[in-house]
């Protein structure tokens, strides 16, 4: 597997993320997909919320999303739940994604979408 640092260019802020924000703390942030590092990030001041993933299969572009931050004094706002959107993010490109991190796994039982249902890998 490539170092983060190799496997791409920063790529621009995410329509289909930045749409799907609610009206909580997080409206009027923007979520940029950080192809370079394998993150998807909120900028939060000095800052930033991020959601890291890594990619299972290059051939399949299966993903394992890892890691779901966001800084303690920004817990409870709604941050995490605009990060978890990237789901929309990677069925769009018909990839699926393994929910290693723990808070990915719940918004995916607190919202079994079929759409989500269909490009999950289970465990």
């Given amino acids: 597997m490539l170092p983060r640092a190799a496997r791409g260019k920063q790529g621009p ?4 993320l930045t749409r799907a924000m609610s009206k909580t ?3 009027n942030k923007q979520v ?5 590092n394998m993150e998807f ?3 939060l001041g000095e800052d930033k919320a991020y959601l ?3 990619i299972l299969n290059p051939k399949t572009k299966a993903v394992d999303l890892q890691h ?3 800084p303690e004094v920004f817990r409870g706002q709604g941050i995490a739940k605009v990060l978890a959107k990237v789901f929309e993010y990677f069925i769009s490109r018909d990839q699926q994604m393994k929910l290693t991190c ?3 796994k719940k918004y995916y039982q607190d919202n079994p979408l079929p759409q989500y249902t269909e490009k999950i ?3």
């Avoid at 802020?13 to 289909?16: C, D, E, Q």
């Avoid at 940029?32 to 370079?36: A, L, M, R, S």
């Fill in 13 to 16: 802020a995410l329509n289909v």
């Fill in 25 to 27: 703390a997080a409206q």
């Fill in 32 to 36: 940029v997909h950080d192809e370079e």
């Fill in 41 to 43: 990030y909120i900028k």
């Fill in 52 to 54: 890291q993933y890594d």
């Fill in 68 to 70: 779901t931050v966001v």
């Fill in 102 to 104: 723990w808070y990915l």
């Fill in 121 to 123: 890998i289970q465990s």
